[in-house]
């Protein structure tokens, strides 16, 4: 059974950065392609970024709003998938998911993790 | 990258079937076969309902698919049961390797 656990959200001033962890179980990690999709409280789902896996390049591909503050890595070792935040904005506030990319779609979300950016 | 626009509600009684729309552009949902929808109930994670337009995930019951023409995709639902009730987002893939997502629609059954 496909498992994923978010990690690493919290309380963070603007301009702070924060790390999200996903560790992922039952499926073959280091085969999948991985995303972060965001939701604002109250709004509606919005794609942040993907990866690719390692034997595809590892080539990863950023929504505009966070294009050259987040960073999305992965290792293959751990099973785990990161997301770099750097200077937060208010705007960047909200539950944040990891999901599976097995098949031409997001097909397994972990629950969410929170981030809130306020002073 | 703008988002797909979809109807902010829709509604339907138990056993009536509801249709909900995703609109794009000829650079996502016109120009891909690999739209899918997502049904998310309240404090909960979304779930995979439909991919590549028209396949259902195991365990997704037959009562829902999908459909596109030009650039508007679209999720029927047939059968309404209660259990039904909750946000629906449509995605699309939108080139250079990135996604787009619906403004979400609610669905009410009544």
């Known amino acids: 059974e496909v498992h994923l656990v978010e990690s690493g959200g919290g309380l963070v001033k603007p301009g702070g950065s924060l790390r999200l962890s996903c560790a992922a179980s039952?499926?073959?990690?280091?085969?999948?392609?991985m995303h972060w999709v965001r939701q604002a409280p109250g709004k509606g789902l919005e794609w942040v970024a993907r990866?690719?896996?390692?034997?595809?390049?590892?080539?990863?591909s950023y929504a505009g709003p966070v294009k050259g503050r987040f960073t999305i890595s992965r290792d293959d070792s751990r099973n785990t998938l990161y997301l770099q935040m750097n200077s937060l904005r208010t705007e960047d506030t909200a539950v944040y998911y990891c999901t599976t990319y097995l098949v031409e779609a997001c097909d397994y979300w972990g629950q969410g993790t929170l981030v809130t950016v306020s002073s | 990258q703008s988002a797909l626009t979809q109807p902010p509600s829709a509604s339907g009684s138990p056993g009536q079937s509801v249709t909900i729309s995703c609109t794009g552009t000829s650079s996502d949902v016109g120009g891909y076969n690999y739209v899918s929808w997502y049904q998310q109930h309240p404090g909960k994670a979304p779930k995979l309902m439909i991919y590549e337009v028209t396949k259902r995930p195991s365990g997704v019951p037959d009562r829902f698919s999908g459909s596109k023409s030009g650039d508007t995709a679209s999720l029927t639902v047939s059968g309404l049961q209660a259990e039904d009730e909750a946000d629906y987002y449509c995605?699309?893939?939108?080139?250079?390797?990135?996604?787009?997502f619906g403004g979400g629609t609610k669905l009410t059954v009544l």
């Open positions: 039952g499926f073959t990690f280091s085969n999948a392609w």
């Open positions: 990866i690719k896996s390692e034997t595809d390049g590892g080539i990863t």
């Open positions: 995605s699309s893939y939108a080139g250079s390797n990135n996604l787009v």
